[in-house]
């Protein structure tokens, strides 16, 4: 196939805006990963032995043992991926990992759950920023930018 193109697989961030001022950057955090996923081993542990006792089985231990394994094997798989994003809050937007924005003053509603973040935006958009050390400080810095944004536009 010659002159055909192949995508880049490499992810560069979006360069800031002229006058545009870097505020944070969030990142998944290794331990925080894997406590989340130890969590979701726990669950799903509990949830396939008790469905496969409650049919009658004579595996929910091997089933439960099962649903451990794959969510470990599952961790391991997407670790690589998820503990390289960064999301970008700058003084005008949040820069997602995959290159599109948020522009602070479309955000609705910051919402912690349990170690993630979610922002919702006035059109509905929902984005989850994952893994956080600290969600509760992540919420504080993004909607402080966003306070100062509206300040900055009434002025």
Do not use: C, F, N
Not at 40 to 59: N, P, Y
Not at 102 to 117: A, F, H, N, P, Y
């Amino acid at each position: 196939m010659s002159g055909s193109t192949i995508p880049s697989t490499t992810r560069r961030a979006p360069e800031l805006e002229p006058g545009e001022k870097l505020v944070a950057e969030l990142r998944s955090d290794r331990g925080r990963y894997w406590r989340d996923h130890a969590v979701m081993a726990l669950v799903g542990m509990a949830g396939a032995g008790t469905v496969l006792w409650l049919i009658g089985s004579e595996h929910a231990a091997i089933g439960a043992l099962g649903a451990v394994l794959a969510l470990g094997v599952r961790g391991a798989y997407l670790a690589r991926e998820q503990l390289s994003l960064r999301w970008r809050v700058t003084d005008r937007r949040i820069i997602l990992p995959s290159g599109g924005a948020v522009m602070l003053l479309e955000i609705e509603t910051l919402r912690k759950l349990m170690g993630d973040l979610q922002i919702i935006t006035r059109g509905g958009d929902k984005h989850l920023i994952k893994h956080l050390t600290d969600a509760e400080a992540a919420r504080t810095t993004i909607a402080e930018a966003k306070e100062r944004r509206a300040r900055r536009k009434r002025d």
